[in-house]
């Protein structure tokens, strides 16, 4: 039914005016992608989107904590598009980096890394402008998660103060906090900088987030955060 529907989409005759790119209807978008994945014409970082996205926990602030992140993230840059644009430039950015987000929350809620991301150009980009492409996903991805944690520390520190009962102690566990992501940020920050948690297929315009030290500090954050609080 795709097919057929894809099939009966006006295309350019000798009379029109030359058209540089076409946007592929959503829907067709799909069949495409299966067909190609059906005959081995995309990497196998291409042929499959995770979208499920089962109802998140929250830290104590609220924000978003994990989701079960077991399926493999990819993100196809530009795959709507024939040419590498600003605009689904930006698009594929936003998505990337909220899946690589969604994989340091689900680490530091749960201790250990549960999911994957990988970034595909569907059109051609210089190798250059990949690496800034990673980079850039990888920085704002920890930028995000780094702004729950200090919220998250921040409403600790209140709780802390706003308690008689509670002593000193909790009051420099949740310091203690503070510090500890401060750390995870200053490296999470320059591993980004310097792409070294990242694989890539050049031939393919692939490539594959891998964790590194600071996903697994992130861990350890999360782990120690639970015993300090009586959580988990």
């Not at 995770?50 to 830290?59: E, F, K, N």
């Not at 890539?200 to 500090?217: E, F, I, N, V």
Request: aromatic residues 8%.
């Amino acid at each position: 039914m795709f097919f057929r529907r894809c099939a009966k989409l006006p295309q350019p005759g000798p009379a029109d005016p030359p058209v540089r790119r076409r946007r592929i209807r959503g829907g067709c978008r799909l069949a495409f992608i299966a067909l190609a994945g059906a005959y081995g014409l995309l990497p196998s970082s291409a042929e499959a989107e995770a979208r499920y996205a089962p109802p998140p926990a929250l830290l104590a602030t609220g924000n978003v904590a994990a989701i079960p992140a077991a399926l493999t993230f990819t993100v196809s840059v530009c795959l709507d598009d024939f040419e590498y644009s600003i605009a689904c430039r930006q698009r594929s950015s936003l998505e990337a980096a909220h899946r690589l987000e969604q994989i340091y929350l689900d680490d530091y809620a749960t201790g250990s890394p549960a999911g994957s991301l990988r970034i595909w150009f569907a059109v051609k980009a210089e190798p250059s402008e990949q690496t800034n492409f990673l980079r850039e996903i990888e920085n704002r991805a920890v930028e995000a998660v780094f702004r729950k944690l200090r919220e998250d520390a921040a409403h600790r520190i209140a709780a802390a103060a706003a308690s008689a009962a509670s002593g000193g102690g909790a009051a420099d566990a949740a310091r203690e906090f503070t510090q500890d992501i401060q750390r995870w940020h200053d490296e999470a920050s320059f591993e980004a900088r310097t792409g070294i948690n990242w694989s890539h297929d050049w031939r393919a315009r692939s490539h594959s987030y891998k964790p590194g030290q600071a996903l697994r500090d992130l861990a350890r954050i999360g782990n120690r955060n639970k015993q300090n609080t009586g959580g988990g």
